[in-house]
């Protein structure tokens, strides 16, 4: 079989979850396109309905992956050099990779976790410093909750990307699919108002936000002072959005989200980059440092293709 037509069985809508899966591990060996130069989708500027009870928010257009970053394009990273590159880290993150000798994802390359870290599947085992390295590297940034949430459910304030009501087969999760990750864009049910794929399940994806935890009736405090970033580089907690290949239905939805240390680097934890002509802290245009330390960003680009493997732990999560 020729790519195209693997390709047009991931997008079917009739084949079963299996054949879908076994298309795009065929499709990774002869080389998935999907997988090369960014594939980023525009969201357009204005407010959304944000959280529940919702709120207006307002953004400005920004671009984000319809992807998660994948094992393939996080292994160019790696051989480019991109970990010894202090350009591309946070001072708090480069502390943390300094003080680590960190030089590679978690278990990368170990055989029992091959299954994780096919070429076309979200790569995982990288903890919020490196998924930030690697966006400064392709000229990118991660998104902040806000835009995260924005490009998951649209304007409408939809409880999945895909509407209200439950669909199935729109996202892996616990009890659908194998109990690791699978290739990008196998649940072309689970697309979102603007055609952003696999917010939902597989993996978990940082966002910029320190986590705020949860009130017991689901509201959000502010932020507390759990750990001093200059003694324990990692220990703050950092956002994540849209459940995981290991969590159950109520995590999966626009409004998902859990709180791991920075330093985190599970098999169910990975990433998304996003692009704007501005940053989100006012003033600041992309490319210059920001408040967090990341310093100018440049396009990193290799031809590389070589795969990788690795993984991370299960960790629970919760809802707000």
Known sequence: ???????????SGEAALDERIDAAHALARFGDPRIGAPDRVPIPAGPFASGDPPRAVRLAEYQMDRFPVTVAAFAR???????AERRFWSEEGWTWRSDGSIVKPRFWGEPQWEAYLVANHPVVGVSFFEAEAYAASVGARLPTEAEWEKAARGTDGRKYPWGNEWRDDACGMRGVGPRTTVPIGLFARGASP???????????????DPFRGWHREGGDHAAGDDADPAVEPGATRRTTCGG??????????????????GSARFSNLGFRCV????????????????????PPLRVFRSGSQRLRRGTGDDSGARRR
């Open 244 to 261: 995981a290949w290991n969590t159950l239905q109520w995590s999966v939805t626009c409004l998902g989200r859990n709180g791991y240390p």
């Open 194 to 208: 603007y055609g952003v794929r696999d917010m939902v399940g597989c993996v978990w994806q940082w966002c910029v």
């Open 77 to 83: 990273f790696i051989d480019e050099g991109g970990y």
């Open 1 to 11: 079989m020729s790519p195209a037509e693997f390709l047009s069985i991931i997008e």
């Open 275 to 294: 692009t704007t002509l501005r940053s989100p802290w006012r003033g600041t245009t992309l490319g210059t440092p920001t408040p967090s330390g990341v």
